[in-house]
């Protein structure tokens, strides 16, 4: 299955989301998501992006076709990544708040909110837009077509990082410094060309981590917490994000625009079954971001991280039958072993041999 970007002409009228819907789902497809782009057209047709799982690009013009031949128009159908799967509103929030710390990231903030990316000077693009942001000139290059909903969106954003670029007077602040951005573990190049950001997780990333738990399928909640269940207790979740005792760490993976958690690796010195210098691993990766690589990245994180606390071995509990954990331990480069303890299948990776190049 893979996501597809569609936009459709809808009438303003009582029963045609439903008539849409009818269409969807006879093309053998599912709809995920939903924005309203606000611009009417000349008929008084509202335009609707829609972000659909179809099995292959055969199901995706089907679809177009099934559309169509419902009195709808569908002016675009082109793939999209894992990524875009976001709330808008959150993604709007968190790039407004990375360009308040950084003005400088206004230009990829600006490419963020449209989907886009910055283009080269001269570099072709489907569709490009030329907009001035902090004081230098960008062009924006994606494969459909710019709407006016959307650039005015954008203007908003390049307002406030023009805002943001102006000197502020600290004596007349109170003293009081400018926003803080927690810093970067850098960011990760994914197997599908899409990027994530990791950083350091911390306590008020609780909303964060909760969200993206609730996103997980049953299935991979239970691969790495053992509990298929949508919601975590407080205390658990305070568990995840500092250990038991608060001398746990970890790394969060955002989406490139710092809006969504889309996986995480915690260490916790006092889980079951570490014992001595050891500490256990908990690994969750959101099920739109796996098989890219993004779990991978985490283990190798949090491997360096169990290294400078001085940590001698991994350990991870799971259920028999579910390799992933032993899996992701081997893409990282080290050597699992594995056992039956109580009904659970117990991972562990010692960590003072060497990482094997390459893997």
């Known amino acids: 299955m893979g996501l597809w970007r569609v936009h459709v002409e809808v009438e303003d009228r009582p029963g045609q989301l439903g008539e849409l819907a009818k269409a969807v789902g006879a093309a053998g497809c599912n709809i995920v998501s939903l924005t309203v782009l606000g611009e009417r057209g000349p008929d008084g047709s509202v335009t609707d992006e829609l972000l659909v799982d179809a099995a292959d690009e055969q199901a995706a013009a089907r679809l177009a076709d099934r559309i169509r031949a419902a009195g709808m128009g569908c002016t675009l159908a082109v793939p999209a990544g894992g990524g875009e799967l976001r709330d808008p509103v959150t993604t709007a929030l968190a790039l407004a708040r990375r360009v308040a ?23 072709p693009s489907g569709y490009a837009y030329q907009l001035p942001v902090a004081g230098q000139e960008i062009r924006l290059g994606r494969s459909w077509p710019f709407t006016a909903t959307e650039l005015a969106r954008a203007a908003v954003l390049v307002e406030l990082a023009e805002l943001c670029a102006t000197p502020f007077d600290t004596a007349a602040r109170g003293g009081q410094a400018g926003p803080h951005e927690l810093p970067s573990l850098g960011m990760v190049l994914l197997g599908d060309g899409s990027e994530a950001e990791l950083r350091m997780i911390t306590p008020s990333d609780g909303p964060l981590v909760a969200a993206l738990h609730a996103r997980c399928t049953p299935n991979t909640r239970r691969s790495a917490f053992l509990d298929p269940s949508p919601s975590l207790p407080q205390h658990e979740l305070r568990a995840l994000l500092v250990g038991r005792s608060s001398a746990g760490t970890g790394v969060l993976a955002l989406t490139s625009d710092g809006g969504h958690g889309v996986g995480l690796a915690i260490l916790d010195p006092d889980g079951p079954g570490a014992g001595g210098s050891g500490a256990t691993l908990s690994v969750l990766v959101e099920d739109a971001w796996q098989s890219r690589g993004l779990g991978t990245a985490l ?50 990776v010692t960590l003072n041999q060497p990482i094997i190049a390459g893997r």
């Open 299 to 348: 283990v190798r994180r949090a491997v360096e991280l169990a290294g400078e606390a001085g940590h001698g071995e991994l350990v991870a509990a799971t259920h028999p039958g579910n390799l992933r954990i032993t899996r992701l331990l081997r893409r990282a480069g080290l050597r699992p072993s594995a056992q039956l303890a109580d009904g659970l299948l117990q991972v562990r």
């Open 101 to 123: 710390a950084d003005p400088d990231a206004g230009p990829r903030a600006v490419a963020a909110l449209l989907h886009a990316r910055v283009l080269g000077e001269s570099e």
